[in-house]
Nanobody, 115 residues
Framework: QVQLVESGGGLVQPGGSLRLSCVASGRIFSIYGMGWYRQAPGKQRELVAGITSSSSTKYADSVKGRFTISRDNAKNTVYLQMNSLKTEDTAVYYC?????????WGQGTQVTVSS
């Protein structure tokens, strides 16, 4: 069974930074695409950033230039570096692993951007 455990969320002021981490269980991590999604209250879950097994990346337009996704295959970990945070980035952030179309999710970590 796949387990994804997110950490690094919290309360930050606008303009601040946070780094989220997601550790995945299993011996084979490097071959799977990984992603970060978020869901704000009353809104649908949306893709924030994704990274393939070859470390190609993609981003939602709303976070381009501010967020960076990366992975460390030796640590079975994917990161989301979030800079210049805005109040509209407030949401629960979820880690996702794509195993040939079958999606696995973490429990989520809350990010609150507020002054």
């Amino acid at each position: 069974q796949v387990q994804l455990v997110e950490s690094g969320g919290g309360l930050v002021q606008p303009g601040g930074s946070l780094r989220l981490s997601c550790v995945a269980s299993g011996r084979i991590f490097s071959i799977y695409g990984m992603g970060w999604y978020r869901q704000a209250p009353g809104k649908q879950r949306e893709l924030v950033a994704g990274i393939t097994s070859s470390s190609s990346t993609k981003y939602a337009d709303s976070v381009k230039g501010r967020f960076t996704i990366s992975r460390d295959n030796a640590k079975n970990t994917v990161y989301l570096q979030m800079n210049s945070l805005k109040t509209e980035d407030t949401a629960v952030y979820y880690c996702n692993q794509d195993r040939s179309g079958r999606l696995y999710w973490g429990q989520g970590t809350q990010v609150t951007v507020s002054s």
